[in-house]
C-alpha cells in the first residue's frame, strides 16, 4: 500500500510537470507567431536561430526548431543528466507541435516597441511555467554544458556568447534595431522567467549578533509570531563568543524587528538580505514545486 502510494505520488507529479511544460510551450509559440515574427523580433539561442532562417528563407518554424536541436540533443546524451535530458526533448516536441498549432492565430500588434516588451513577458512567463515544471527548450543549454567542460569559460558566459554572436549576425545581416530590440525583448523575458520562478513575496532573512539573544528572540517570536534560531558564533579578532539570532521575515515586518533589536541591544550588529524564496512553515508549502 505505501509503496502504491508513492507510485501514485510520483505519477501525479509526472503528469503536472507534463502539463506545465505544455500550458508554457503554448505561450511561448502564441508570443513568437503573434508578436515576435510579425514584427521581425529576434531571439537569442537555437529559437533566434530559427527565427532568422524563417526571415531569410521562410523555413517552418516548427520544422526547424526540430532539426536544430537533434545533433544538440545527440551531443547531450554524455554530458547532461537523462531526465533533464528527457525533459528537454519533451519541450522542443511540444514547442515545434504547438509552434504549427498556432502559426495562423492573428497578429496582435504591428507596433515593435509594444511587440517587444509584450512577447518578452508572454514568452518569459512560458519559459518560466516550463522551468518550474522542471523542463527545458533544450537548444544551445545543452552545448553551453558542453563548451564548459572543455573550455575555462562558465556555462552562463558561453550561453551570453552565443547569444552575442546571433544578436550580431542579426544586426549584420538585417539592421541593427533588430537586435536591439531582440536585446530588449530577451531582458525583458528573462526578468519575467525570475519573477515566475521567484514569485512576488520577496523575505528578508535577519541575522543580529548580540549579547541578548534570548530577549530579542522571545520579542520577535511573541510580537512576530516568526520561528528564531539561535547558534554560537565567536568573533575572529577578538575570539568573544556570542549568540546569533537568525529569523526569516516579512518585509512589512523589518521596521517591527529593527525596533525590537534597537530597543532590546542598541549595540547589535544587525546583517539584513533578501531571500527570493523561502518554502516552509509561515511562508510557502512545497505545493507546486
Known amino acids: 500500500?505505501?509503496?502504491?502510494?508513492?507510485?501514485?505520488?510520483?505519477?501525479?507529479?509526472?503528469?503536472?510537470?507534463?502539463?506545465?511544460?505544455?500550458?508554457?510551450?503554448?505561450?511561448?509559440?502564441?508570443?513568437?507567431?503573434?508578436?515576435?515574427?510579425?514584427?521581425?523580433?529576434?531571439?537569442?539561442?537555437?529559437?533566434g536561430i530559427a527565427?532568422?532562417?524563417?526571415?531569410?528563407?521562410?523555413?517552418?518554424?516548427?520544422?526547424?526548431?526540430?532539426?536544430?536541436?537533434?545533433?544538440?540533443?545527440?551531443?547531450?546524451?554524455?554530458?547532461?543528466?537523462?531526465?533533464?535530458?528527457?525533459?528537454?526533448?519533451?519541450?522542443?516536441?511540444?514547442l515545434s507541435?504547438?509552434?504549427?498549432?498556432?502559426?495562423?492565430?492573428?497578429?496582435?500588434?504591428?507596433?515593435t516597441l509594444l511587440a517587444t516588451i509584450s512577447g518578452?513577458?508572454?514568452?518569459?512567463?512560458?519559459?518560466?511555467?516550463?522551468f518550474r515544471s522542471r523542463g527545458s527548450l533544450g537548444g544551445t543549454d545543452i552545448l553551453a554544458v558542453l563548451f564548459?567542460?572543455?573550455?575555462?569559460?562558465?556555462?552562463?558566459?558561453?550561453?551570453?556568447?552565443?547569444?552575442?554572436?546571433?544578436?550580431?549576425g542579426v544586426a549584420i545581416m538585417f539592421r541593427?534595431?533588430?537586435?536591439?530590440?531582440?536585446?530588449?525583448?530577451m531582458f525583458i523575458a528573462t526578468r519575467v522567467v525570475d519573477f515566475v520562478q521567484e514569485g512576488l513575496s520577496h523575505s528578508k532573512s535577519v541575522m543580529v549578533v548580540?549579547?541578548?539573544?534570548r530577549i530579542i528572540a522571545d520579542e520577535i517570536m511573541a510580537k512576530l509570531d516568526r520561528g528564531v534560531t539561535l547558534f554560537h558564533a565567536a568573533g575572529a579578532f577578538s575570539g568573544e563568543v556570542k549568540q546569533v539570532v537568525y529569523c526569516v521575515i516579512n518585509r512589512t515586518e523589518l521596521s517591527q524587528i529593527k525596533e525590537i533589536v534597537r530597543m532590546q541591544d542598541p549595540q547589535a550588529f544587525v546583517a539584513i538580505s533578501e531571500v527570493p524564496e523561502v518554502v516552509g512553515e509561515g511562508f510557502s508549502s512545497w505545493k507546486g514545486h
Open 1 to 47: 500500500m505505501h509503496w502504491r502510494r508513492i507510485r501514485a505520488y510520483f505519477t501525479l507529479q509526472l503528469l503536472k510537470h507534463l502539463l506545465g511544460i505544455v500550458i508554457g510551450a503554448t505561450i511561448v509559440s502564441v508570443s513568437i507567431n503573434t508578436l515576435i515574427i510579425p514584427n521581425q523580433i529576434a531571439d537569442g539561442g537555437v529559437t
Open 51 to 94: 527565427i532568422i532562417l524563417y526571415y531569410l528563407f521562410h523555413w517552418p518554424m516548427s520544422w526547424t526548431v526540430l532539426l536544430l536541436n537533434l545533433p544538440l540533443f545527440i551531443l547531450g546524451l554524455r554530458v547532461v543528466g537523462r531526465n533533464f535530458l528527457i525533459f528537454s526533448i519533451v519541450g522542443v516536441g511540444v
Open 97 to 111: 507541435a504547438t509552434l504549427s498549432m498556432t502559426s495562423h492565430l492573428p497578429i496582435l500588434t504591428h507596433d
Open 120 to 130: 518578452g513577458v508572454l514568452s518569459g512567463v512560458g519559459m518560466g511555467i516550463i
Open 148 to 168: 564548459a567542460r572543455t573550455t575555462p569559460f562558465s556555462v552562463g558566459q558561453i550561453l551570453l556568447g552565443i547569444d552575442a554572436v546571433i544578436f550580431l
Open 176 to 185: 541593427p534595431e533588430m537586435a536591439m530590440y531582440a536585446m530588449v525583448y
Open 210 to 213: 548580540t549579547t541578548h539573544p
